[in-house]
């Protein structure tokens, strides 16, 4: 894993090239500056022609899907693969391709992540995971080089990519997002991963919102809560004297972002027709129910606090009709009229007339898990002055949920950027050119090395008792080498030296794990899950056993490792991946 700092000449220009990939909305921007330019004069450029064909676009960003031939070569990305792949759907050519949509969840939702996970598309056929999110990274950033011909700039190898990840994603997830960067492409010396909410804060500290100059005075401490498709995202900050930023508590958060209200309206829908309906229309009718979940995407940007009547959704009425009439033998009118919640519900020909007082009850379960979450990061920095809350990311623009936040918490000043859904994206670009902006983080997790010792016959197990060489030994212990909830500078190191087992050893490989729990033992506890394994080469083996120094660097958005074999004081080639990966 690579987070290195790349040391230019004070009048060189530095080229940015920024991918936020997101669960609903992806997007990219570009910059050419020199290293010394002042954030605030950073020229930032993005893609202003997403094309959405006969729909609206609702966003400067393009939906995250991707249509893929069955010899997995990339048809098309965004709105025009939802096109393409509504046209082959009515031509009956489905059985040819592959269509991804919102699929990044699968990195937060997944604890074991492996590289050889399985992704299954809109049909239910399956392709390797890292494969998917490859060639969506490598979608986007041919589209970029694209556009960005057209204004005679042509991205070259010194290009400076910048990634956006979820702050509270884990080590692996972000691991995963960097090996299928590089296999879109992108030199791993070239990569940085961005954490979204801390790109977010480096956007409103260079471009204040209005009403919110004291966000980038001398220490204020705010929330940067990220609201995005998938996750709700949430970080403390602290302005320090020298102009950088302290993390006050770990990230957290989980998956209350905007597509958790589309489950609820999925939900609503099954209420109506029954599961079995709407199970067939998502596989058999693939168009129609992508369809659905697009016109509810535009209809719940414009549900407001004061919204009133009725709110119309376009429904696939036809295809709807038949359904009800094959599997329960009634037309769509009369399952509609029957259903449980009729009485908040009409049909008008294509049109799903929805109360807005019912639409709105839609949001509660994830506004309720919002509030939620910012009042436990608010306890959790009891002694802190949090004097601000900053609504950033795409569901941020939300009012019904602008509107709870400040309700829930009227003692803070509640900002929203005019650019929230952007925030993330330019603030990335920015990250760049002031790689310290972020000058201290905090651990979200333990950290813990998988090693085997003597077996101590008073306080070992039995059953953990092992031979090695013929001695006793006890496998799969913890041994932590970093706590949790650690506040650590950038560019902290934590030194661990280990012995090779055997002679003529040429390679040490050690398990790397992790753990949210408090004084964990064993690996095998139930509580642990393996990040990865770091594999150490030991130059020139020998006879006798070497040590070797593991060096974690910590405090960057990336966990680093390197080593060195302590008989010759030289570097070893290290390896971190993550486990099955080949």
């Not at 954030?39 to 966003?59: D, K, P, Y």
């Not at 992540?113 to 490859?134: C, H, K, N």
């Not at 509270?168 to 954490?195: N, Q, V, Y």
């Not at 799969?476 to 650690?486: D, G, K, S, W």
Request: charged content about 25%.
């Amino acid at each position: 894993m690579c987070n290195e700092v790349w040391t230019f000449t004070e009048n060189m220009s530095v080229y940015v090239a920024a991918i936020d990939f997101g669960t609903t909305y992806s997007g990219y921007a570009f910059s050419v500056s020199h290293l010394k330019t002042k954030l605030q004069e950073v020229q930032i450029l993005s893609n202003q022609a997403w094309n959405a064909g006969i729909r609206e676009a609702v966003s400067l960003k393009t939906p995250t899907c991707l249509l893929l031939t069955k010899e997995k070569a990339i048809v098309s990305f965004g709105y025009e693969a939802e096109n393409r792949y509504t046209d082959i759907v009515m031509d009956g050519e489905e059985d040819e391709y592959y269509y991804f949509y919102r699929f990044k969840m699968n990195l937060h939702e997944n604890k074991s992540i492996s590289m050889g996970m399985l992704l299954e598309d809109v049909r239910g056929q399956t392709l390797p995971a890292v494969e998917v999110f490859s060639l969506s990274i490598q979608a986007l950033k041919d589209h970029m080089m694209q556009t960005l011909l057209v204004k005679n700039i042509k991205l070259d190898d010194d290009t400076n990519w910048i990634l956006t990840v979820p702050a509270i994603w884990s080590d692996t997830a972000k691991l995963f997002m960097r090996k299928g960067a590089e296999m879109a492409g992108i030199a791993e010396d070239k990569l940085t991963l961005a954490l979204e909410p801390e790109a977010a804060s480096i956007y409103c500290q260079t471009y204040p919102p209005p009403g919110s100059l004291d966000i980038v005075n001398t220490d204020c401490q705010y929330l940067v809560v990220d609201l995005g498709g998938g996750t709700v995202d949430i970080t403390a900050h602290e302005k320090l004297p020298d102009g950088t930023l302290k993390e006050l508590s770990k990230a957290s958060g989980n998956n209350c972002g905007g597509t958790s209200v589309d489950k609820e309206f999925l939900q609503m829908m099954e209420d109506i027709f029954g599961h079995q309906v709407i199970d067939k229309l998502k596989r058999e009718f693939p168009d129609s129910y992508l369809s659905l979940i697009r016109c509810f995407e535009n209809v719940k940007r414009t549900v407001t606090p004061d919204k009133s009547g009725l709110v119309n959704v376009s429904i696939p009425n036809i295809v709807l009709d038949n359904l009800c009439k094959s599997e329960y033998l009634k037309k769509i009118e009369e399952v509609v009229a029957s259903c449980p919640i009729a009485s908040s519900i009409q049909l008008k020909n294509d049109k799903l007339r929805i109360e807005a007082k019912f639409t709105k009850s839609l949001f509660k379960p994830t506004i309720n898990g919002i509030i939620s979450l910012i009042k436990a990061v608010l306890d959790e920095n009891k002694s802190k002055n949090i004097s601000h809350i900053l609504l950033v990311g795409g569901f941020g623009e939300c009012a019904l949920i602008q509107e709870a936040v400040k309700s829930a918490f009227p003692d803070r000043y509640v900002i929203v950027p005019e650019e929230a859904g952007l925030a993330v994206l330019k603030g990335a670009v920015l990250f760049r050119y002031q790689l310290n902006a972020i000058s201290s983080r905090v651990t979200r997790c333990t950290y813990g090395v998988e090693i085997v010792r003597s077996f101590d016959p008073l306080t070992d197990e039995f059953h953990r008792r092992v031979y090695k060489d013929g001695k006793p030994h006890c496998e799969n212990i913890f041994y932590t080498f970093m706590q949790a909830n650690r506040s650590i500078p950038i560019g902290m190191k934590i030194r661990q030296t280990f012995t090779t087992s055997k002679e003529y050893q040429y390679a040490h490989r050690l398990p790397i794990y992790y753990t949210h729990q408090d004084n964990v033992q064993f690996t095998d506890d139930g509580t642990c899950i393996k990040l990865g394994v770091v594999e150490v080469e030991i130059p020139n083996p020998t006879k006798h056993l070497r040590e070797v120094t593991i060096i974690f660097h910590f405090g960057e958005t990336e966990l680093n490792i390197t080593a060195i074999d302590k008989e010759s004081g030289k570097d070893c080639q290290t390896s971190f991946t993550i486990y099955d990966f080949i």
